[in-house]
């Protein structure tokens, strides 16, 4: 089945920890994005990477870091996590930019 | 940019029409639609490319109006199964992919 996967769903964690969110993609995809969704502010990106070692910064990307090393896999990374990173996070892939996007699941994540 | 999206929210009854509209100050190449149900991800609706062409499916269809960078989201007939939050997203000429705010559409029946 063709699909975009996240782990983990949820998590709890504490200021400074750092933390790692998979995302993984079984579409062959060459353009993935990571999202955070807060209340009233809808989705905004946070990298993208149209493929293998070519990422850029969206909107918002202080406070995280990502590496594409394969195709397939696209790790959000946050090194020093405060509680304004508390978010629903969205990781999504597209064959190429511009095209349809396909969502993972979501992360829900709260830092305390 | 984040685009503009109108209304913020919209209550309808079954069978009543809405229409949802997202503007940009930007450029736009192309204009992309979501509907997002509560607890879940995201869902493709539909792409507009820059040349005014219309697309739809079933009874939501929408327009691109790349002069005036502004896009409609038709709802026709609308069903319960349409109630969720409509997000419009922009992409500025190879730059970073923007979602709008969302729109929540309530359907009563």
């Known amino acids: 089945e063709a699909q975009v996967t996240q782990n983990p769903r949820y998590l709890i964690t504490v200021t400074g920890k750092k933390l790692t969110v998979t995302c993984s993609q079984n579409m062959n995809h060459e353009y993935m994005s990571w999202y955070r969704q807060d209340p009233g502010l809808g989705l905004r990106q946070i990298y993208y990477?149209?493929?293998?070692?070519?990422?850029d910064k969206g909107d918002v990307p202080e406070g995280y870091k990502v590496s594409r090393k394969e195709k397939r896999n696209f790790p959000l990374i946050l090194e020093s996590p405060s509680p304004n990173q508390t978010s629903l996070y969205f990781c999504a892939s597209s064959l190429v930019n511009q095209e349809t996007q396909y969502f993972g699941p979501g992360t829900r994540l709260l830092v305390l | 940019q984040q685009p503009v999206q109108s209304p913020q929210a919209v209550i309808l009854r079954e069978g009543e029409d809405a229409v949802i509209n997202c503007s940009s100050s930007?450029?736009?190449?192309?204009v992309h639609w979501y509907r997002q149900k509560h607890g879940e991800a995201p869902v493709f609706l539909m792409i507009l490319l820059k040349g005014g062409e219309q697309k739809g499916h079933d009874k939501i269809s929408a327009s691109f109006n790349e002069k005036k960078q502004q896009s409609s989201l038709y709802l026709t007939a609308s069903q319960l199964s349409y109630s969720g939050t409509y997000f419009c997203g922009t992409e500025n000429y190879g730059q970073n992919f923007v979602f709008g705010p969302g729109t929540r559409l309530s359907v009563l029946p």
């Open positions: 990477s149209m493929n293998v070692e070519v990422t």
């Open positions: 930007k450029a736009l190449y192309s």
